[in-house]
């Protein structure tokens, strides 16, 4: 049976030291685009929606358009009538056919003022409409140019940190094969459970790295001699000893 090796504790926390600088490394990355990620990605989707609107508004107008268009034809149609009855009308052959035709002419006048009727209300509507689009167009335009002032600076930001980040994000990946499942998972979740993400600190003066609490001598002494992992009683975090802390060099 090949042989298994058993990491000594000491070896354990000097792994977790070190996927702790390492993570820590990739937060100042984070820290660094700051708001900037979800704000491009929060302005994207805004834009999308306002660009949908705008093309709803447009349709609409396009609609409306097609019913004055409708509306125009129907006026030609009861004008072209209205002249054929004004010549029936010259050539009647008694007074009760002049009344017929009289009256489909009214009819047809009717019907074209109540066509221009609806035509100038239409045009009312889509001038409401067009002020609408408008503004809708300006708001898109601004949204637009905040958007690329967001984007401009963050992709400065990945320019300049991207060799970097993907070299550390490949040491983390090497770094977290190196501890042991049930610690890592320790780990990420005290990790997690902080805004600064540390889950491992050494102790500084006496006191807790991550909370500044205040370490007995005896605890402190423990935690030099490296024989168990010891966690800070008022964190949780893990603790090591500062020279320890001090042994592990990213370079
Ligand atoms: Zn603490």
Redesign the pocket.
């Known amino acids: 049976m090949a042989q298994i090796k058993e990491f000594s504790v000491e070896e354990k926390l000097a792994s977790l030291v070190r996927l702790q600088k390492i993570e820590s490394k990739l937060d100042e990355y984070k820290i660094l685009k700051g708001e900037l990620p979800m704000e491009v990605s929060d302005l994207e989707d805004e834009i999308q929606g306002l660009h949908a609107r705008q093309t709803r508004i447009e349709e609409e107008i396009n609609g409306i358009q097609e019913f004055i268009n409708q509306k125009k034809e129907a006026i030609k149609e009861a004008e072209a009538l209205i002249k054929k009855y004004d010549k029936q009308s010259q050539n009647v052959k008694n007074s009760r056919e002049f009344e017929a035709i009289n009256k489909e002419m009214e009819m047809q006048q009717l019907e074209t003022k109540l066509a221009e009727k609806h035509i100038k209300d239409a045009n009312e509507e889509i001038g409401e409409k067009v002020v609408v689009l408008e503004k809708a167009k300006k708001n898109v335009a601004a949204k637009e140019g905040v958007l690329k002032n967001k984007k401009d600076e963050l992709d400065k930001i990945i320019a300049t940190t991207e060799k970097e980040e993907r070299h550390f994000n490949k040491l983390a990946g090497d770094a977290r094969e190196k501890v042991e499942p049930r610690l890592l998972t320790s780990y990420d979740r005290i990790r997690k459970n902080y805004r600064n993400g540390l889950a491992v ?1 050494p102790v500084v003066r006496d ?7 205040a370490i007995p001598p005896q605890r402190q002494s423990e935690i030099r001699q490296r024989k168990k992992i010891i ?7 893990i ?1 090591v000893d500062d020279e320890l802390n001090n042994v592990v060099d990213l370079k």
């Open positions: 600190v006191a807790c790295g991550g909370c500044f609490n966690v800070c009683e008022n964190c949780g975090r603790l």
